[in-house]
């Protein structure tokens, strides 16, 4: 366990929020680089996603004369709350202090305040496409937040904590077990990742088209290093339920001393599963094609009924032996 007053210890957990908004560009990048390959087409560099964030960072921001200080603000808010939502996500050691402080409600606490204050973002300036984005935006997460915590508590009920380290050290001294709760719970992950993170079938990151548009509808009017922030910001989510999944349903690999040779194998471990995650959504955004949205009810309740069909084999197949 770490040690919560060793000043070593919480060096490495700063480290650790560096390396989550560093990384973060570099995955949205492997993943476009996947689908383009797979549409025969050369795709941008690795580096695209950082040479954007630079050149809106140095643009000026415009700002609409309806636009409140809360417009202004929202970004900073955004970006914060996510990056502290992503500390608490152990990434490439199992015990770091973020990580033993918080708790899956605490993660899911700050991904709705940054959702919040997103979509508060989206209807300040009072322009159509906001308000429209916005709505929907509710609408998805009215039903993936049931969906996530259901999922999840599945495997805090395996491990009686919600401490996201101690779930994962559970799993680790568990060894590699066929458990039908976990795969329920793995399945219904992935759905809900899939709907928070704005990627296809449910929004299409990579489109203006108005009858479409879920998240890039909310950030139209946002220019310059706000709209860098809140880019930003979708690019550590992505990067953030992917860490929660691999490290979460597969975390061998990962250090449970901090030394430098167990984080660098977890470094290199937490790379690799990225890496396939990636190239997994990749082929699966090439493969599917883009829902309607009055569809999306039905496939988050899809993924709801997962996660409670992993908390029941869980009662029946694990508690009830």
């Known amino acids: 366990m770490a040690d919560l007053l060793n000043p070593v210890d919480w060096l490495l957990a700063l480290l650790q929020v560096l390396l989550f908004a560093l990384a973060a560009p570099l995955l949205a990048a492997w993943v476009k680089r996947i689908k383009s390959r797979l549409q025969n087409r050369r795709g941008p560099s690795l580096l695209q996603p950082y040479r954007d964030l630079r050149k809106l960072f140095r643009k000026e921001a415009r700002v609409a004369n309806s636009a409140s200080p809360l417009f202004r603000a929202a970004p900073y808010v955004v970006f914060s709350a996510t990056l502290i939502a992503a500390s608490t996500v152990p990434l490439l050691a199992v015990h770091l202090p973020t990580a033993i402080l918080a708790d899956v409600i605490v993660l899911v606490g700050f991904l709705a305040l940054a959702r919040f204050f997103l979509a508060l973002a989206g209807m300040d300036v009072g322009s159509a496409f906001g308000g429209m984005g916005a709505s929907r935006e509710m609408l998805i997460s009215a039903l993936a937040e049931p ?12 491990a009686h904590s919600t401490n996201l380290s101690s779930v994962i050290q559970h799993v680790l001294d568990s060894g590699l077990l066929l458990r039908p709760s976990f795969l329920f719970a793995l399945l219904a992950l992935l759905l809900v990742a899939v709907a928070e993170t704005g990627r296809i079938p449910i929004d299409n990151p990579a489109t203006h088209l108005e009858l479409t548009m879920v998240h890039e509808a909310m950030i139209l009017e946002y220019s310059g290093r706000h709209l860098a922030l809140m880019e930003w910001a979708a690019q ?34 937490i790379a690799g599963k990225l890496m396939l995650l990636g190239v997994v959504l990749a082929v699966s955004e090439t493969l599917v094609a883009k829902m309607r949205l009055f569809r999306v009810p039905a496939y988050l309740n899809l993924a709801f009924l997962l996660g409670l069909l992993g908390m029941l084999s869980h009662v029946i197949l694990e508690v009830g032996v």
Do not use: H
């Not at 969906?147 to 395996?158: G, H, K, P, R, Y």
């Open 236 to 269: 550590i989510k992505l990067l953030l339920y992917g860490v929660l999944i691999s490290n979460i349903f597969l975390p061998w690999g990962m250090a449970q001393q901090l030394e430098p040779l167990p984080l660098l194998i977890g470094l290199a471990a």
């Open 147 to 158: 969906a996530m915590l259901m999922a999840i508590f599945t495997l805090t009920m395996s």
